[in-house]
């Protein structure tokens, strides 16, 4: 069956950084595109960045643009999210999800995902 298993979450000071991953099982990894998606206490679930099948293509919300960085290794099944700078409005849960056909910010576009990792940033 689909897994998709986060990991990396943490707490980090403003202006740190952290890394997380999610290890995709129960699929042929490499011919979906994935994302990352987020949600803060009492807010809607929302899109973070996503990655086509090669790793070719990424895209970003605004809000993470020029300080999160999306990437992937289809050896090894993983989709990763390099978050810098980071900052309190980061703080959710991170999900990663996998993509339904072409690559989409919307939630409906996305069929598996994983448990969630929580990251929290404070001083």
């Known amino acids: 069956q689909v897994q998709l298993v986060e990991s990396g979450g943490g707490l980090v000071q403003p202006g740190g950084s952290l890394r997380l991953s999610c290890a995709a099982s129960g699929f042929t990894f490499s011919s979906y595109y994935m994302s990352w998606f987020r949600q803060a206490p009492g807010k809607e679930r929302e899109f973070v960045a996503g990655i086509s099948w090669s790793g070719g293509v990424t895209y970003y919300a605004d809000s993470v643009k020029g300080r999160f960085i999306i990437s992937r290794d289809n050896a090894k099944n993983t989709v990763y999210l390099q978050m810098n700078s980071l900052k309190p409005e980061d703080t959710a849960v991170y999900y990663c999800?996998?993509?339904?056909?072409?690559?989409?910010?919307?939630?409906?576009?996305?069929?598996?995902w994983g448990q969630g990792t929580q990251v929290n940033v404070s001083s």
């Open positions: 999800a996998r993509g339904r056909a072409t690559m989409s910010r919307r939630k409906s576009d996305y069929d598996y």
